[in-house]
């Protein structure tokens, strides 16, 4: 058996269950084929990336090692809420998933302040698992569509607005395949877009700006704190005369981990 072949069955058996170790094993992996002229080992990690972008860094290197191909993930009973089923015997795409839980405040410190009461707290992680859409069968899913229409003015009145709150407003192509970034303080947007999609990337990212970097943060999901963004975006939008198609309901509806 070869090198390669014996470090992939040593990450299947030994199954990481920390995120470093899930990276420095799928590190050392690539390292081997790419040391044995494999080069399309780091193209499928590449690959794998710029689809995949909402993911950890470990479980994205996980999906490109189980199955390169994989464009769309998603777990079992979230392809059953998309109108799709796992088909038979196929064989799921093994991740990590954050295990949280809430600490709860000492009694003193929540009369103090009743927002504070609950903190979400990273435990550990655990085996999960998703399918490609190609392991899938059912209904078929929505393009995604882009942004259209003119803002006009309001691009520059927008990023005035975040500048006045106090807010850092910069253009980075590092951050790419994201269009936007959101990081407390400071708001990154992704140069080249058409002005229809920088405008509505700008107010999504502003959204998270003023409504997720509080303490209420701890209260909400990411799921949650996403549909909010995007349904800022989706009105603000709609009221300046941009059109969107489903870009916000596809947004909304295929969830990652």
Sequence with gaps: ?????????????????TKQELVAANIKLLIEQLEAGHSEALTNYLTAMSRFHNYSFGNVLEIARQMP???????FWTWKNLGRSVKAGQKGIRILAPIVGV???KEEEVQKDITKQNERVLLGFRNAYVFDVSQTDGVELPALHEVSGDPGESIGLLAAFVRSRGIQLVYNSNIAPALGMSYGGRIAILPGQSKAEEFWTLVHETAHELLHKTERRTATTKTVRETEAEAVAFVVGKAVGLVSGTASADYVALPVM
């Design 1 to 17: 058996m070869s090198s390669q072949a014996n470090t992939a069955t040593a990450i299947a058996s030994k199954k990481p269950t």
């Design 69 to 75: 191909t994989a464009t769309r993930v998603a777990g």
């Design 103 to 105: 600490h709860r405040k």
